[in-house]
Structure formats: structure tokens, C-alpha cells
């Protein structure tokens, strides 16, 4: 029997609501929520190609999770707690996310986020998403379109009501050819330098998914504020607004320097690959705590977790409008603890 529930999507922070549709306790397809304020009955390939990863990787229980988490409680307790780190990010949900910092405070290891330079900013600068669609000028940084395309729509619906858009990229790309002008820059260093020399309006918006370093960004939202202004950053993860505010994300350097002092990590739904360019697990033990099997597949102790879609939480997007979601799937033979189970267990364990 087919079943249809509403959740959240989980591949970027834009906030969209879709429908996941599951047969005998799997998923079999999704359709838009056609009443979700966000994304108002549309969604993206990004999210599709995410739900496919989830769909064809489910991480499996392969060893009860005593014997697991004996294994873990083990390690956990044979090293020096200053040299123990946990690496997680924007695609946790609010509620894992606050276990995973209160674990780590009471436990005494060394937290790691990592948010591509982004950081915490003013709420007074942050456009909205309806303020978007309203604006008369908007600077786009990076490629918008092709990351971000229900950003997009509001930009589209800007145009048709006479913004006017400019893009600045290092590349030509697929927000550029949509915008009404194209501003190549060498490297993303050149950034600020392009964004001053702009003539702006009472009510310019920068749209940004792309900054090359922390300082560059506290720079634009510097310069944001100083002009009246606002700006809206397009976060990676569906969560990644939370983190800025609960955490001091990393630079890639100081998660190099951590990772290099660390015997254990443990990543938890994160896979540093993505963002390094070199291999920080060697002479490491390596504990995975994921929910698909491609996200981290190197670990010396794998621990299996449920996905977002099958239990109850709450993701806070880019305008900071926090959604609630529910356990779609409602599988009652499902042995696969949450996040905030396993954290539990390990720190009575511990």
C-alpha cells in the first residue's frame, strides 16, 4: 500500500517541503509539496538525486549495537580526551545537533564544524525570501541557478518585476547567462573589490553560495552593513543555519591543525573527503556514525543511523525559519537507532 507523508528536504538550506511516498517501508518515489510556502509545489533535481542516494545507500545494521557500541566505548576510553574530535555539519537536524554538543562538552573532546566559510551574522541584514523577489538590484556570488534553483525562481520573479541582476563568478555559468550582467573575476580573492565598485540602491540584496575564505565573508557583511543593504548566503546543508549559530565553524586550516592532533575521530553524517584535499584518518581510528554507506566507507568502527526521513526533528533554513518533520516511514520493524540514541547510550557507557 502506497503512503504519502510531508517532509523537509534535506540536500540544501533553502527550507523546501516535499512528499515522501513509500511502499512496505521504503521509499519508492517523492512528489513537491504543492502547499509548502517555500518551494510552493516545486522541487529540484539536487533533492532528487539526494533521495536516490538515501534510496539506493541505506546504511544497514551489520552487528547488534551492544557489540558496536562496546567496541567504541572501548577505543573511546583507551585515548586522551583532548585528542578525541568530532566532525559534523548542516546535516544534522536541531535536536541531533544539540546532543552532539552537549556530548562533547560533557565528555571533553574537541568539537569540529565546517560551514565553507561561512559564519554567524546580524538577523537585521538577512533577507528573507520575499524580500528577494522585491529587491530592485541583486548581486549574485557564485552559481546560484545551478546550486540553488528555488533561489533562483525568487530571482527570476525579481526580473519579471525590473531587477536587475548581476552576477560575478570566475567562470561563465548557468546564473551568469540568466543575468543581466556578468562580471569575470580571475579568482574569488577579487570579490570584494568587484562588489564595491557596483552603483547600489536602497535596495540591493547579495545572494552568495560561494566565499572563498571566512575573512572574505565577514568583509562583504561588513560592507553590507555599512551600506544599508542586506544579504542573504546560501548555506550548504538544511541545517547548516543552526550550526553558525550554535557552534564556531572551522577554518580548513584549523581542521587540519585539530585532525592532526586527534588518535580518534568521529565523524558523525560528515565526510571530510569532500572538503580536503589530503587524507586526515591516517594513524587514526576512524568512527563513522552515518546514514548511507557512501558518506564515509574508510572507518575502523561503522555505526548505522536512521536517515532524516524516518524519524521526528527539525531543520532551521536560511532565513532562520525553523520546520518540523515527522518519521515518514513509521517502521515498526526498523532496528536502526537516531543520532541522539546512539550519543545517548555512549555517554552512559561512558
Known amino acids: 500500500m502506497l503512503k504519502i507523508e510531508h517532509t523537509i528536504c534535506p ?3 533553502v527550507g523546501c517541503g516535499l512528499n515522501i511516498i ?18 510552493e ?4 533535481n539536487n533533492c532528487t538525486d539526494t533521495i536516490e542516494l538515501f534510496k539506493n545507500n541505506k546504511e544497514e545494521l551489520s552487528e547488534d549495537y551492544e557489540t558496536i557500541l562496546n567496541k567504541v566505548t572501548d577505543l573511546l576510553n583507551s585515548a586522551d580526551k583532548s585528542r578525541i574530535t568530532v566532525i559534523c555539519s548542516g546535516r544534522l537536524n536541531n535536536e541531533d ?3 552532539i554538543i552537549s556530548f562533547t562538552n560533557n565528555q571533553k573532546y574537541n568539537l569540529i564544524t565546517y560551514e565553507y566559510n561561512f559564519s554567524k551574522i ?14 530592485d538590484k541583486i548581486i549574485t ?6 546550486n540553488n534553483p ?11 518585476n525590473g531587477c536587475y541582476t548581476i552576477n560575478i563568478n570566475n567562470h561563465k555559468n548557468l546564473t551568469a547567462y540568466n543575468s543581466d550582467e556578468f562580471i569575470n573575476i580571475d579568482a574569488f580573492s577579487e570579490v570584494m573589490d568587484t562588489v564595491k565598485s557596483q552603483d547600489l540602491t536602497d535596495n540591493t540584496i547579495i545572494v552568495v553560495n560561494k566565499v572563498s575564505s571566512n575573512k572574505q565573508y565577514q568583509e562583504l557583511v561588513d560592507f553590507v552593513k555599512e551600506n544599508n543593504i542586506k544579504i542573504l548566503p546560501v548555506l550548504k546543508h538544511p541545517n547548516s543555519f543552526s550550526v553558525l549559530e550554535k557552534t564556531t565553524p572551522s577554518t580548513i586550516h584549523d581542521l587540519v591543525e585539530k585532525c592532526n592532533n586527534s588518535d580518534i575521530l568521529i565523524l558523525v553524517d560528515e565526510n571530510p573527503a569532500e572538503y580536503l584535499d589530503k587524507e586526515i584518518g591516517a594513524d587514526k581510528k576512524i568512527i563513522s556514525v552515518n546514514t548511507t554507506k557512501k558518506l564515509f566507507q574508510d572507518s575502523d568502527v561503522n555505526i548505522p543511523v536512521r536517515a532524516w526521513y524516518e524519524q521526528e526533528g527539525s531543520f532551521t533554513n536560511n532565513e532562520g525559519k525553523t520546520q518540523e518533520f515527522i518519521d515518514t516511514i513509521q517502521d515498526e520493524t526498523n532496528e536502526l537507532k537516531t543520532i541522539r540514541m546512539v550519543f545517548d547510550e555512549l555517554e552512559n557507557a561512558l
Open 97 to 99: 545537533l544539540d546532543k
Open 122 to 135: 546580524d538577523s537585521d541584514i538577512l533577507a528573507s525570501y520575499e524580500e528577494v523577489e522585491k529587491a
Open 141 to 146: 556570488i557564485g552559481d546560484i541557478y545551478r
Open 41 to 44: 509545489g516545486r522541487n529540484c
Open 22 to 39: 513509500s511502499k512496505n517501508d521504503a521509499i519508492v518515489g517523492i512528489n513537491a509539496y504543492k502547499n509548502h510556502e517555500i518551494n
Open 150 to 160: 528555488l533561489i533562483a525562481r525568487r530571482i527570476i520573479h525579481a526580473k519579471e
Open 11 to 13: 540536500t540544501c538550506s
